[in-house]
């Protein structure tokens, strides 16, 4: 007997002798592992070439460059794309949820590479974007790769993408609690002992790898030194209707932005376009350059003057009322830099950009207040620079728990929980009735193939229409007599239900139930004079299998109160879909992804 190849006897050695959650836990700190150290060559990848760009040729040498910089760096992603990675890299946590939701957690193997090679191009080169999606989706294919390679399932797998999910904004923020929260709230993943174990190992995982290549460096060092004041709460609140209200603009602005460059074909023209108007907004505005987090840490520590310096009009810094225009120009246009990095084809996050806007909004806001004699004390600027962060987060990506543990955990600003919950509770509760998805979500959202905390919803949204056509009923076309319908269909069909097709086009004409035909069927006379376009009739109603989804098949069932339902391809006969078979499928679903 032929000697068995040494990584199959160790699967049979894993299989006999570790449990399945031991083992699930074991994979959850190596993909911790990996997503702590795609975080940590994600980032010293970036901040080299941003060391060197901008730290060298700018200060050194011109301005101009910061014109050059986007375009030469979307110009090398461009060049990557295509002759290095030759696969499209998608935007990082939309390509994730995509792969969660429509192919059952399965990454292809070239996006635990593509990020990595891509947004420190985009990023470092001056990209408005951010690095945390990236680094999400790089933790994710490479726990997707680990999952198919040990053939753990479906459930299993996208478990172990969520862990990824946790791992690497464990490692970036140094935040392990918001990070498992972020997971649970963008990824919808169900919050159970068996899920809990694995995310807190991943999460912390991640955190030692970050302590171990990059010490005790933090993206925002701040301490609280301001508490929280009761005389401050109606401010909080205000601040979470501006929040939303800047979350609902940054919202539109993307997608219509997205939609703009959708409409160009060219790859090379949206890398001119794009490349040319980001680098033009750069130029004047240089704050807009890069992830922005200099700026943040200096507005936090109320050094306005250092994250304004440098603007193209030379303003005087000494004016509060210049800084706030400054100020609110920055959070205008940061999203506007950011969809222009998106649609030249650049790779990043949205995370980063968020986090900007959201602590100028703040800031900005508790400058207006200071400065317009409603209080007759100061508020603390950088207690609202924190809460406007933790607003804006909860509006844009919907994830108001991550924004509010988030930014308490970084900053160590638990005093300031109850602003926070405000703030992000407002924000989040009018964000949603304008826009029900995030902008994560927005696009899987529209064609319902997002995945949510909704049991029944996520259930269909994983279930595959094709699996469930069946095709094994035998057509009629419009022309046939009632005689060949009897010998030709009815005779040899195990069937009560018939499809009427046209002659030629093969497209869906009706249906023809045994019922309609058995008081007929038997009298010869009728054989000739009777055709199937006589007794045929409408469907109850059709499923379109290229358009319908899940949820809008079960609910057809529902309002036509029928067994069985006609699937065509634009109108073309495909075959049948069976309410049985389809709930069948949908408990079988159900049991695999709750075990």
Known sequence: MPKQPLFKQLLIWRAKYISHNQFVAILSILVGFTSGVGAVVLKNLTHFIQHIMEGQLVRYYHEAFYFLFPIIGLTLVYLVMKYVIRHKVSHGIPSTLFSIS???????????????????????????????????????????????????????????????????????FKAPIAAIIFAIEVFSLDLTIASMLPLLLASLSAILTSYFFLGNDVLLPFSLEEGFKLSDAPFYLLL????????????????????????????????????????????????????????????????????????????????????????????????????????????????????????????????LINHSGFTDYP??????????????????????????F??????????????????????????????????????????????????????????????????????????????????????????????????????LKGIILLDDIRPIMFDQSLYTEVYARDVMQAPPDTIDIKKDKMTEIMKKFQDSDAWNLPVVDDGIYVGFISKSKLLTMYRRKLINITQ
């Open 379 to 404: 508020v603390s600027e950088s207690n609202f620079t924190l809460v406007g962060m933790a607003g804006l987060m909860a509006g844009v990506l919907h994830a108001p728990l991550t924004a509010i």
């Open 406 to 507: 988030l930014i308490a955990e970084v900053t160590g600003g638990y005093e300031l929980f109850i602003p926070l919950m405000l703030t992000a509770a407002i924000s989040f509760g009018i964000t949603k009735y304008f826009h029900p998805h995030s902008v994560y979500t927005m696009e899987l959202g529209r064609k319902g193939e997002l995945i949510t905390h909704n049991k029944d919803h996520a259930v269909l949204t994983l279930m595959d229409i094709n699996k469930v056509v069946e095709t094994n009923f035998i057509k009629i076309t419009t022309s046939m007599t009632l005689g060949e319908i009897v010998h030709e269909a009815v005779i040899k069909s195990n069937r009560n239900i018939f499809p009427v097709v046209d002659d030629k086009s093969n497209k």
């Open 240 to 367: 979470g209707v501006v929040a939303a209200f800047t979350s609902i603009y940054f919202t539109e602005v993307y997608d219509r932005i997205q939609r703009l460059f959708d409409r160009i074909d060219s790859p090379i023209k949206k890398l001119v376009i794009g490349g040319s108007l980001l680098g033009v907004l750069i130029y004047f505005i240089p704050p807009l350059y890069g992830e922005g987090f200099e700026v943040i840490n200096n507005l936090i520590a109320g050094n306005h003057e250092k994250a304004l310096q440098n603007n193209f009009l030379d303003l005087n810094l000494d004016n509060t009322w210049i800084v706030i225009l400054l100020l609110a120009g920055l959070v205008f246009f940061k999203i506007i830099a950011s969809a222009l990095t998106f649609g030249a084809g650049g790779v990043g996050g949205i995370f980063a950009p968020t986090l900007f806007m959201g602590s100028i909004m703040g800031n900005c806001f508790a400058k």
């Open 102 to 172: 429509k192919r059952k957690g399965i990454m292809k193997r070239y996006q635990m590479f593509g990020s990595i090679l891509t947004a420190p191009l985009t990023v470092g080169f001056g990209g408005s974007v951010g690095l945390e999606g990236p680094t999400v989706a790089t933790g994710a294919a490479i726990s997707s790769n680990i999952a198919r390679l040990f053939h753990v399932n479906q459930t299993t797998r996208n478990l172990l993408i969520g862990c990824a999910a946790a791992g690497a904004m464990s490692s970036i």
